[in-house]
């Protein structure tokens, strides 16, 4: 009987182990398109979209949106150094949102990449 389960849940995509993120989707845009299905484009489950993202209906496809519903952090990004550097992101070191960053912190802007900042209050 649980390995029937599993083909079920295998078969229609059904994932038991994957965590859905906080917040909401957004409205779908109301668009639609060829539905094919581009790995570059759309996702299936909101563990393949950047921090602060969840993977939304978009058309008859899925595709990675900004979250509604999650609280920035409080204050204002200090402005970048100026500093202009390789463009690389650094996992640990770059942010995507500033749920990445402690509580007294924003992910803000630096150069061609973002950095977790101790917010202007």
């Known amino acids: 009987m649980k390995l029937l389960v599993f083909i079920i849940l295998t078969i229609t995509g059904i994932s038991v182990f994957a965590m859905d993120r906080m917040g909401v989707c957004p409205q779908s845009s109301g668009l639609a398109g060829i539905c094919i299905f581009d790995p570059n484009v759309n996702c299936l489950e909101d563990s393949e979209c950047a921090a602060g993202e969840k993977c939304c209906s978009e058309g008859c496809n899925k595709v990675c949106k900004r979250a509604l519903g999650v609280q920035d952090h ?3 990004c200090p402005a970048p150094s100026g500093l ?9 070191y770059n942010c ?4 990445e960053c ?3 912190q924003k992910c803000c802007s630096e150069g061609c990449g ?3 900042k101790t917010a202007i209050r």
């Open 74 to 76: 409080a204050g204002a």
């Open 84 to 92: 202009v550097g390789i463009c690389v992101f650094i996992p640990g």
């Open 96 to 99: 995507l949102s500033d749920s």
């Open 102 to 104: 402690r509580a007294d």
């Open 114 to 116: 973002r950095v977790c």
